[in-house]
Structure formats: structure tokens, C-alpha cells
């Protein structure tokens, strides 16, 4: 890297260029990562203590190599740019293309059963991504909160897999496509909800956290996996949309209800509790950024690629996709598996988080809905995005395709 | 390749010793790809015109150049040990492993609804591989013929697509799991066949294969597509299966009206014929040996390993792929899909043909049904693999795990 | 009788004195019953043996005594007008009254699915009731001949009862309504059709007429009953009907074949035999008049009204009255139940039958069917017959209603 | 009535003479309807003012015709023995041998989901009958109370009936059986509850009673409405059966919420107050001897025999047996219409209310249920009534048939 960035030789490098260099890359320098790295080159002397000694503005090779220490490969790839994305810039400007025409869908309706959502300004639109290696591309309303909603059902089923277990949790959630409508009341043959993507198989998702402690230490739990997921970001949360939730939630107290009634609850788990969680979970609010940070960390395997920290075992991703990819989009799944080929997961917010498996994470969001319930905008990018590259799941990498595209390395 | 074999440097190899280290990778000299570039060297003098000054016993490097001219990108895959299973013997040793474990199981019952059926040896046990590089392995009863089956049906869909695309074959077919057990007389919401891997689509696909030509040239058709799918060889024809079939093909007959009532079938196409077809193509016989191919040709994006020939384009396979994964093994597909992560196709007879897309295709045959209709065997085969190999669709590649390992070349 | 006509005590009566106070009652000279009794005094000399002293103009009341023996019951009734329906005159102007007002309904579409109905006039309207006492009415186009269709439903099931008793019937055939629509390839939780008034039923009762019996003997045992349920009135057929019903039968193929496969047909039953003999019953031509002897058969407990024969037994009409006032209907059948609370059966050509049991038979045909298949000039007529006379199963024989009459002798 | 009494022409005739005739005609002199005609024999002078002077051991004809003034048509059915049942005493001897026959089976299992009804003496069995004379028999635990459980639907479908009407109550819950299990979570297609006898229609009519009422006053309506069906006499509340009704719930839970949020329940009603109403009914108790009573009141057309106090309108009792008919016997309601043919009710008590409209009431009670949870003696002895009577719906009453009776007055 030091050879890439010094290509005249002059013996030393900036911290300007390092910068620069990253950027190209997609890399954000205050992503934690990144920040483990070079963050202290940004810093006055006090507030460092280890490399007071290196010039930011003239960095020798031996310097360098000080700073990069026990992130060689990480760095090579940088220099070398053989990312998971190489040539950053243009997949960017062909993703911009996409979130442009896609932006022009005015199609569908912001869902209005609470008025939280009802009164959200529909035009708005914010795409992230987060690929594996940490690089992000962050369009439209990237900044704005908005609420997970369904999107929370794969993280809280995935923190009871981690919790208890493939069995345990599999003895109380089907894993199955229902073929169903997804608020149906109705549970399959063994009398459980078909799976966790739908509100019967999430709210026994919710009963399987810490079902013997208090709520609060429960809703923490969910909280500081998100925090974890966003690369270390806090999610915000609507008390207003809990509240709504809670009002207009007959369904999910008809589903719940019946569950008890058939004994489909886990044992020492209380069915209102549970309920509550569930609700609170649908209210968790974060930025398309920080949700892409989410979906790249099921990308890489559990880690986050903004901090390299594990979070969810690898079972419990491969679990968590397998069911995205079959569950993840409301009446609409078999479709979208079949026509876009990812794991995926919708929200009734207009929230949408992709997953490319290795590669990276989307988060879309724009609340206009289709009639199945999906942004609509989102159901478009996803299509445009599988046009033009290859990324469907059953895509073959060795043969080339006219029109279509493997941008990731090799 | 030369230099692998003359390690001495005596300045010439032999035949022999060529095949030995093609049969080491796994590959077969009578398959014929190889044939195409090796075989002369089995043939007296007067069967070969171009090559005859070359001495099989004596080859030198320019004669060695000579003969793999156009093939170098492959056989120096093979000198180096990089087709996409390296150490081929080592990974046919553990597949052997798993085999005999599994051939213990004695459980489930042979299919009794046809006398041919009825009176199989319920104990054969057939397993053949073939990778996309056409590395092969073969154990037990890989030389038995047995009935196609179900695993008719994602080869006569993919006759369909090639023959109408995806638009129009799915104009008449869904794409979705049934949710439905998956002999059901029932349709989707817009009155069509769920998809092609349950009877009613299978018939909906024989229906599309050159509806208006003579049965006879229809069904020649699917036969030649099979005998390219498995490397030339020619496919056989068990007609008392047929009969049997269709003398006890009362549900096929119930769906069959059913959506011509509902005007489901294809226009110009004619229901009896199309059933006959549907007859017909289950009672296609193949050895494991071939199906492997025919798997591998799906696992190598339509193109056959054995003779590079293209038989179905990129867009056919990838759709088979999808469908197979989430449609593949009748009321198990679900939790297939969950547990082992590929795309199959089960047949009545025992059949098992396995995907591991860009790596190989598996074929297994064992009579034995389980309670759904699945090869016990075959299921059981799948799991074990699975446990021992990153296998899984939702397997990550980048990261290790213990105890299961990624046998594929990087 | 003798007194009533001869009120002046002239101490003789004539023909035609008795033919009109016959007339008066609702009954006609022409029909068997009254032809045994009163016939003779229309034939010429040579053509009666027995009777030939009397003089029809000059009938002494011993003449009429001798005349009328064995009949004193009958004959009394009808003097002292305490026949079922007294002041039929009456009664049949209020019944004419609704027919008026329902024969300006022209809302409803014929049937299409056949040439031969499709281009029935479908301005047609008919009614005819018998009573229990042989008193009749028609009205509209009751000499048209109109396809039975699915009124033959019962009349089949009625002879299957009659040839196997109540016990095996139902071991082939449920008892309930299905909740399903009339005619869904769906059977009940033991693999039987839901009831005999559907296809699926239907055909099981075809299939229990004499199945070991040629075809054409065991339509003639069918042919043969509907004569004698019609007072001797041989019934018509169409072949055109037959012909197009079986070309166009894909869902009756599709049921029957559903039930062959799991085994709801009767042993030594043939499928194709009892499809061959469901169309043809369907064929069966009547005019309303006849048809109206045919429900008043149903209501006088099996016993034909115009020639005293007994043709069913009190079970077998039991049931039949049974399952036509949960099942006759259609999907409509459970309103119908509810709101007009009669036994009746609708068939696709228009036509109805209704059975006000211990009363009456009422036919109606009118070809244009609401959304549902029923006659809608006969659902129409059937609502005006209950809010006027208290013919509903429920209602209260004991307490007056205002508005709403019980014509019946009591 | 006198001379039947005074057959040795004394000219008068004694209070016990009198009261044995009532009694042998099945009469209870402590039943208002009586009471209020003879009772005053039996107070002191003091008691009485009117008739003061007539000395109930010595009643002239003249003094007799002062006391039957204005019920002389009752009063000649009892002398001439013309009430609904003649040769009462006959008539009770065969329902006793029935009564004990049936009292021999000890097949079925009490309902155990709440502890109240789980501890209650499975050996228990009574039964009482009263015709629309108020001709009554009790046998076996007729004292004792038990729970109305859903015999209490249709009571709460008639109050709603008589508050709005036919039309408007049905704007809310359907009229026809669901051929779905009773407690399923389903509506029909218009997203309301299939008929009021299944307990999503229950908790309906429930919401339709008062619903801008407080709770104490609708339930205060219903307690009167028993009170007036029972004759006067005041239902039993068993506290302890409504809190645990109320805590196992959730199925009902279920199907409430589920109504909500689908809009099912009717304008200003509140889902809780509606459960609670239906679990208070479901809390009423009851003994036999007034639930004849009650059943008697459907069979007379809304007018309680005991009191000649018109209760319910001719419509509202057309309504209700209507769709107890089709659908009171929980899964068993078709098989019963059939089989036996009358408008029954029963409950999870082991409670039956049958109902042989313009004959009689009968009320069955033994806590035994079979697997479809009606009362095993209470089926039992439906069966072998209407193998001894002519009871069924469907019986000819003309002609005569071996080994069944009509034994009411014609």
C-alpha cells in the first residue's frame, strides 16, 4: 500500500492520502475498523499515546508498517484493490444508476393501520450498502430513522438460536414456507407457526429471549445486538409506533392466543411478555446505514466488517438466510426467490434488507408498499440489481453472460 | 502436465503413466472429453489419421504439446492438481465413507403402487458423482438402470424454457412452494400448477414440448436431451412402467381434467397427449453413472462436463436450480432446503439427483422410500454430507469451521 | 258427493256435474288416479265392460255408489272439500298471484357451458304443483320439456337407497353439507363425497345402481322410475344434452378419478360406467307438470299421488328430504334452508323442485340462474310462497300469523 | 271434564279427583299455567278471595264451571285426553325404558379444560320433558344444577333477534353450518362468524345484546329471559365455572380478536364486555326440569306452556331451531339432522336440549362426552327416540309405518 500511494518514490506518505486511498476503496475512516488503524493519524498527540511519534503528514515506510501491524492482508487487498468489490467507484455509479431509475416508482401506498406510519412523507427513499469488507455506498435518505418492523424477526430469531440452539428453537418454530398469507392465523401440521418470518413464528422467537427475566433486561438484550450489528451505532426507538402497535395488534393477539391454547409457547414463557417484545421489537428505529451495516454482518458470516467482532455463530446465519430466502417477503417470497435469488427481509415500514451472501448487505427503504406489502421501490432496485449483475443465488460464476456482471472479486 | 509426470527428466512419458494421473484426478479416459484429446493413444494406427507418429510408450514433450494443444487451461489444472476437487482420491475416500455408513440403513419401503416397482431389490444402493471439471466416482449398483421418475420433471421444464423462456413457460406454471402435500388436486390462486416439480406442473411441462408435433418426435425430443445430458450415452425405456403408470394414474387424470376445466393447459396443446408424455418421461432408465451427468451438467450452468457440449443456457438452469432447491423433494423440500441447502430431485423409484451448483452433481439410487417418498438412503446420504462438507447453500466459505471442511479448489 | 252435487234432490247426477266439482277441487279427470275411479264414464260403450249400465247423463246414487266403492274416503274429502288443500281455487289464485309478479324478474344469465343450453329461450317459465291428494296447477310453459340435470340427484340416490338400504349407501357416500362449493374436487375426512346432492355423491349413486348390470338395463331401472314417479308418464331424453355433457365433464372426470384412486368407489363398480350413467340421468327430459307428480311423490312419503303406487319407502324418502333441504341447493343451500326452509333440488337447466312435505310438490324451470346456479325465478318464487303461506319447516302451525296463511286442512 | 271425573253421576266432584286426573295426564299442579286455574284449592280461605266459596272437597258442575272459566278448550283436552300426548302414563313408561337403557352406557370422557367441570360425577344423568300442554316428566338427577355451557347460544341468538331483528342480526353472523370443526379460528366468506351455535357467533350475539348498556343490566337481561323461559323459575350462576371459563379462554380470545381486527363486530360493541357476557351465559345453571321447560317454549312458538307468557316471536323461534338444527350439534350437527332429524343444542356440561316442534321440549343431562363432546347418553338417547317415535323432521305422519309411533294427538 505504501508503494501504491508513494508511486514516485519520495520515501514518505500523508495522512491526506492514506484518506484518499480508503475512500476510493469505498472505506470510511470512521467506521470503528478502519478507525482501529489509521483513526489516531486524525487525533491532537494527548489523545493518543502509542504513535505519538508518527507525522501525519509525512509517514515513512517503516511507519507504516508500525501502523498496519496485524492487518497486512486486510491492507494488501486495499493496495491492491482485490476487496470483495474491486473498483468501487464504478459498481457505486451503477448502483447510483439503479437508485435513480428506481426512484422514480410513485407506485403503492404507505401502510396506514397506525398513523405513525400513515403520516411518514412517502416520497422518501434511502439505499445503503456494506460489503464484507467494509466498503459502503450510502444514497438518499441514508440519515433518516425508520423503523424495523418485520426486520426484526430474523435478528430475533437468530439471538434465540444463539440463545438455545438449531433444536431447541426448531422445536417451537416450523422452518417452512407456509403457502399461506403471512398474518394468517393458522399453524402447520405439528400445531407451530410455519416460521420465524412471520408474526406467529416471531412472537415465539420474542418468548425464547431470557424468557425467565425481566422484560427490560430482554429488550436489552435485542437492543445491544443491534447496537453490535450496526458496527457499534445505537438504534433509536419509537415509543409512538410501540404504542399503535400494541392498539391495532388484534391479529397478533388472535395468533397468540391461539398458540397458547395449542401449547405451541415454549415452557416458562408468557404469552403477553412475549407479545410485548415482539411489539418493541417492531419499534426499534435505525438509518438505512446503520441496517446495512446489519445485513453485511449476515453477509460475512456473523461478524460485523465495521469492527470484526462475532456476533452470531455461523449456524445461526446460515439458519437466519435460509429462512430469509424462503420466508423473507410476505406473500411474495416464492417470487422473489425465484426471480431475485437473495435472502431477504421486509418491513411494513417500507424497510428492506438484502443480503449477498460473501459480498454484502443492502438496506433499502422507501414507504410506499405494494399491494403484498412490500416497498415497492425496494421490489425494483432488487430486480434492476439481479438484471445487471450476478447475484441471484443460482447464477453460475464461471460462464460468462452477455449484459450481466460478477463485480465482486475472484 | 509433462514435467508433473516426468519428474526424472527422462524427456518422455508414456501412456500409462498419462492415465494413471488422469484416473488420480479422477477422471475417466473413456469420457469424451478425454477421449477427444487421449483417446488415440488406445487406438491401433490405422484408427487414427492425424496423430499416428506419435509412440503412446514414448511421448515427448513436443508430441505431448501436440496432443493438448487447445486443452492447455485443462490440463494444467490437472498437472497442478486444481480442478475443482483437488486431491480427488482423498475426497472419494470420505464420500466412500459416508456411503457405507449409510447403506446400513435398512428402513422405509420400495414404492408398491406399480408391480414393477413392487418386485425391485429394495437393498441396491447406487451413488455416482461427476464434477464440472468431469471427475468422477462411482460405487455399489452405479451400473443398474433404474426408472427416471420424478426426476423427469425439472428436465422436461427445462425443455420447456428452452424451447418457450421463462415468460411464457411460467405463464402456465407457478413458481412457488405448494405449502400443499404434493399429490394434491389443487391449483394456485391464479388457477395454475404450483410449479414444475409436482405432478400437476410436470404435466403443464409435457404439455409445452412441441405441443403440435406427433408424440412420437415430442418424446424423442426429451430422450436426446437426455442422452446429451449424459455424455452421449443413451437413456433406456422400461415400457412396462409406462403401462403400469398409466393404468393407475387416477390422481394424474383427476389434476389432468381438472386444469383443462379451469382452462389451465397451454393453448393447441391436448391433455391425453401431454399425460401420455408425462407417462412416458418417468419411464426413462438411467444408471446412476449417467444421472451424475446429467447433475453436473445442471451443477455447470447447462454446459455437460463430459463433452462440453452446451445443452441448456444459463437463464434454464439457473430457474431448474431454484425450483429443485425450494420445490425438489416433495413435502420435505422445506426442510431439504433448511438442512442440507442444495438443489435435488427425488423420483418414486428411489431416485436422488443432487446439485452442488459450480462443483459437481451427485446421483444416488436406493429403493427404500421414507414415509414422504424419498429415497431413505438418499436422505440420509445428504445429511452426512452436508455434516462433513461446506456444502450448504448458506455455508460461508470464508470462514472456518470445525469439523467440516470445503473440499472445493479456491 | 252425491248430496253435495245434487243439491236440488233431483235423486240423479251427471258426468259432467262430477268432472266440475272435480275440476273445482284441483283435480283432474285425466290423471290415473281419477281414471280408475270416474274414466269409464267418458269411454264409448263397447270400450267398458263392466260399467256399461250407467248412463254418465243420468248417474243414480246408488249408480254412484257403485262407482265410487272403494274410494268412500277419497270421495268424501272431496265433497266436503277437506282434501289437503281446501278451496284449491283459491289457493291457486294466490299461487298464480306470485307467479305474475316473480315472472318479471329477467335478471340471471341461462347456462353456457353447452350449445343446448345456451340456446334455450330463456324468457321460459313454469310451474306445476301436485298435492299429496292429486290436486293440480300449472301454469306458464308447463308442456316444455326441460333437462332434469341435477334434480335427478335425488331420484338416483332414492334408488340406490332403494336397492341397498340406508347402511351401505353411506358407506360410500357422507350425509352433510360440505361447505364447499358445489362442485370442488374435495371429498370428506373418510374419503367419501360430502353427500349425494353434489357431483361427487351423484356419482357414487349411479355407481350402486345395479353395477353389475349392462348399462342400458341399469338406465332403464332409472328411466322406468321416473315414469312411475311422473303418473305413468314416460319421461324424454336428450341426446344432444348427453353428448355435450360428456365432452365438457372434465371436473366430473376429475372427481371420479380422484375417488377411484382412493378407493371411494363401491366394490365391482365400474368409473367410466358411472360417469355413462350420471350424464345420461342429467339427460332426462320432463315437463314441469311431470315433474311436479315427481316432488308430490317425495312429499306423500313415496307414494305417487296420481296412482296410489308406492314407489320409494318411507326411509328412503326420508333421507332424500333430508339431504335435499341441507344440500339441494348448491351454496345456497344453507339460505335456502334458512329462509324458506323447504326440501328442494336445483339443476342447471333452470329447473326446481321443491317438496312442502305432507302437502305438496311444487315444479318450477325458468332458465335464467343466478350467480350461485339456481333457477333465479325460482329462488324468487320460493321467498314470495313463504312470506304468503307458513310452509316453512319451522314454522308455527298453532299460532296465527298476521299476513302469513297455512292453506292446508287441518 | 266434570263428568269424566263424576262418571257415578254424584253431582260433585273433590280437589283429589281433580288433581289425580291432572296428574295422570302428566300436569303439574304446582305449574303456573295450572296453578293459576286450580291452586287456589289448595290455599287456606284467607289465601284466596274470589273463590272463597267453593269447598274443594265437595265442587258442583256449576262451581267447577266458575273455576275452568276461560280455559274450557285446555280443560276439555284434558277431559277427552286430546292434550299434544295422550295416554301420557303410556307415553312416559317408553321414555323411562329408553331412559334406562340408555343409562347403561358409560362410554365417554367428562370435559376436563376447567376443574369445575372436570370434578363433577360422571355418573350423573337426568332427564325431563315438557309438552306444549306442559305435560311433564322427569327422571333420574332432574334437581340437579348444571351448566348451560352452550345451550346458551341459542338463547343469546334469540334475545338478539328480538332486540334488532332478523335482517339486522345477520348483517353480523352468517346462518348456515362451516363444515369446519366448531371451534375453529375461521369466518366465512363475508369475514363474519358461520351461524350463532358456534362460539364465534355466540360471542356476536353476545355483543348484540344492550351493547350500550352497562355489563350488570345486559346480563340482567338474559338471567329474566331464562327465568321467563324456565316458567318462572330463576336460573342458578356458578361463579367459580365463569373465572375459570374466563382464564382457559383463548381460543375464544382468539376468534375475538380476530373478529375485531377483520371488522366483524358490530358498531359501538366492545370485544371484552362481549366475552365476558359469553362466558357469564356459559355460567348459568340450570336444572333439567327447567331446561324442558325452555326447550318446551322453542317447540310451543316462543309461548311457555307452564305460563302461557309469549317470550320470543314466531320468527325469532323459526330462526333459532332453523340453525339448531343445521348446526347445533357441534361436528355431529349434519350426522344428527340426518339421523335423528329434530333442532337440538348441546353443551361441553353434558347438557342437550331437544327440541320436537308442536310437540314437546326435552333436556338431557349426564357429563359423559364423546370424542366430538356431546353428551354419549344424550346422542344415545336421541337414537333410540326416534327408532321408537316418528319424531324425525323428515317422518310421514300419513302413513303408517312398523315399530315406530306417533304418539301425539292428530
Chains 1, 2, 3, 4 share one sequence.
Not at 475512516?29 to 499515546?49: E, M, V, W, Y
Not at 511519534?53 to 515506510?61: A, C, F, G, S, V
Not at 501502523?67 to 473498483?87: G, M, S, V, Y
Request: charged share 20%; proline share 5%; net charge positive.
Amino acid at each position: 500500500m505504501f508503494q501504491t500511494i508513494d508511486h514516485n518514490n519520495k520515501g514518505f506518505i500523508t495522512k491526506g492520502q492514506i484518506f484518499q486511498l480508503l475512500e476510493k476503496r469505498g472505506l470510511n475512516t470512521t467506521d470503528p475498523h478502519i478507525q482501529s488503524i489509521f483513526g489516531f493519524l486524525n487525533r491532537r498527540a494527548k489523545d493518543t499515546k502509542i504513535q505519538t511519534k508518527i507525522n501525519p503528514e509525512k509517514i515513512t515506510e517503516k511507519d507504516f508498517n508500525t501502523i498496519i501491524k496485524n492487518h497486512e492482508n486486510f491492507i494488501n487487498k486495499i493496495a491492491e484493490d482485490t476487496l470483495i468489490i474491486p473498483n468501487f467507484h464504478k459498481f457505486s455509479a451503477q448502483i447510483e444508476a439503479i437508485f435513480k431509475k428506481t426512484a422514480k416508482n410513485k407506485t403503492g401506498k404507505v401502510a396506514t393501520y397506525i398513523p405513525q406510519l400513515a403520516q411518514i412523507d412517502p416520497d422518501q427513499f434511502a439505499l445503503s450498502l456494506c460489503t464484507i469488507d467494509g466498503q459502503r455506498l450510502n444514497l438518499g435518505d441514508y440519515n433518516t430513522h425508520y423503523c424495523a418492523q418485520s426486520t426484526s424477526k430474523p435478528i430475533n430469531y437468530a439471538i434465540a438460536l444463539e440463545l438455545h440452539g438449531t433444536k431447541k428453537v426448531h422445536q417451537h418454530i416450523g422452518r417452512e414456507p407456509s403457502g399461506k398469507s403471512f398474518n394468517e392465523i393458522t399453524l402447520n401440521k405439528a400445531m407451530l407457526p410455519h416460521n420465524p418470518m412471520i408474526n406467529a413464528g416471531a412472537i415465539i422467537s420474542a418468548a425464547l429471549i431470557h424468557p425467565n427475566k425481566p422484560i427490560s433486561e430482554r429488550f436489552d438484550t435485542i437492543m445491544k445486538t443491534w447496537e453490535q450489528l450496526s458496527g457499534g451505532q445505537k438504534p433509536g426507538y419509537n415509543n409512538a409506533i410501540y404504542n399503535s402497535e400494541k392498539d391495532t395488534a388484534d391479529r397478533n393477539f388472535a395468533i397468540a392466543h391461539f398458540m397458547r391454547e395449542v401449547g405451541a409457547f415454549p415452557p416458562n414463557s408468557d404469552m403477553k411478555d412475549a407479545l410485548d417484545i415482539y411489539f418493541q421489537s417492531c419499534s426499534i428505529e435505525l438509518t438505512s446505514h446503520n441496517m446495512a451495516s446489519v445485513a453485511a454482518t449476515l453477509a460475512n458470516g456473523g461478524i460485523c466488517p465495521l469492527t470484526n467482532t462475532k456476533i452470531f455463530n455461523l449456524e445461526t446465519v446460515k439458519n437466519c438466510l435460509s429462512l430469509m430466502y424462503s420466508c423473507g417477503m410476505y406473500d411474495f417470497s416464492g417470487e422473489f426467490a425465484f426471480t431475485v435469488g437473495l435472502p431477504a427481509k421486509s418491513g411494513v415500514s417500507g424497510a428492506l434488507m438484502v443480503v449477498i451472501p460473501g459480498v454484502m448487505g443492502i438496506a433499502l427503504w422507501s414507504p410506499r408498499l405494494d399491494s403484498i406489502g412490500n416497498s415497492a421501490r425496494g421490489i425494483e432496485f432488487c430486480n434492476r440489481l439481479i438484471e445487471k449483475f450476478k447475484f441471484h443465488n443460482y447464477d453460475n460464476m464461471m460462464i460468462e453472460e452477455t449484459g450481466r456482471t460478477d463485480p465482486r472479486h475472484k
